[in-house]
């Protein structure tokens, strides 16, 4: 898996949120699952669109932790940037639910494929959020961190397999 290194750079929800988007549905009206095609289709889609604001919330939100600290960008900043970058992740995930909940609606079958995939996805998606944590720690955070993973039996290098991460 690619390291996203560019300290400046907002990174974004792609691909490997949209399994989980696909499956993801909120029942609107409490019950208990979809009885129509419409219904269906709705809540799936805005299932998918949560998934995909919240997840860019966080990649948002931790990235520029690490710019607010350095002293790039000032809290103001970093409220509006995290807003903007979960809108158009909002938009993009609209239109991956709406097309993944057509597609599960007249291929229900699909969703098992979709599932396991899905776990590679979050896999995929776990490690970003967990390198834009690690981006936004101060050295003596870090060190903490590796003393305390040490103490544990946990080898943090393997898992953020960096030259210039800590």
Known sequence: MSREIDPYRIPKARWEVAPAAGLAAIDLNGNGGAWSGREFIGESTLGGIAVYAIYQALLTALRTEALRKRGAIDRPTQVQAIASSVWESAKHGAVVSL????????????????????????????????????????????????????????????????????
């Open 99 to 166: 097309v993944l909940s057509v597609v599960l609606l007249v291929f229900p079958w699909l969703g098992v494929p979709l599932a396991l995939v899905g776990f590679v996805g979050l896999g995929k998606a776990s490690v970003d959020l967990l390198h834009a944590f690690w981006d936004g720690l101060d050295d003596a955070q870090r060190q903490e961190l590796h003393r305390a993973a040490f103490d544990a039996g946990v080898n943090l290098n393997r898992l953020l397999s960096n030259p210039a991460v800590g």
